[in-house]
């Protein structure tokens, strides 16, 4: 079974870089035709899919954040990275991982296979 932890920083700047790291344990981030998806939730809102890594290591973006997110991988680690820049206030929510077989992109729970539990980032001076 595949586990997904998040971690990185709660609290962040505006204006400044948030960046969260996923680390996979149960199976190998490089396993031909898995995805590995950032997702996030406002508070009061729904979910938001922000991108995708495949397993060959090419990445894949939501339109209305590709200007400022990048997803890498250090496959040494089995972990993979988001990096959102310029973030402001509305960039607070509870972002996860989720693997998924196929790539998936969707805001909707069930389409992925397995979830990491989340974490909160509140964007504030």
């Known amino acids: 079974q595949v586990q997904l932890q998040e971690s990185g920083p709660g609290l962040v700047k505006p204006s400044q870089t948030l960046s969260l790291t996923c680390t996979v344990s149960?199976?190998?981030?490089?396993?031909?035709?898995?995805?590995w998806s950032w997702i996030r939730q406002p508070p009061g809102k729904g979910l938001e899919w922000i991108g995708y890594?495949?397993?060959?290591?090419?990445?894949y973006y939501s339109p209305s954040l590709k200007s400022r997110s990048s997803i890498s991988r250090d496959t040494s680690k089995n972990q993979f990275t988001l990096q959102l820049s310029s973030v402001t206030p509305e960039d607070t929510a509870v972002y996860y991982c989720?693997?998924?077989?196929?790539?998936?992109?969707?805001?909707?729970?069930?389409?992925?296979?397995?979830w990491g539990q989340g974490t909160q980032v509140t964007v504030s001076s």
């Open positions: 989720a693997s998924s077989v196929g790539p998936v992109v969707s805001d909707v729970f069930h389409e992925y296979d397995y």
């Open positions: 149960g199976d190998s981030i490089t396993t031909k035709h898995y995805y």
């Open positions: 890594i495949a397993y060959s290591g090419s990445a």
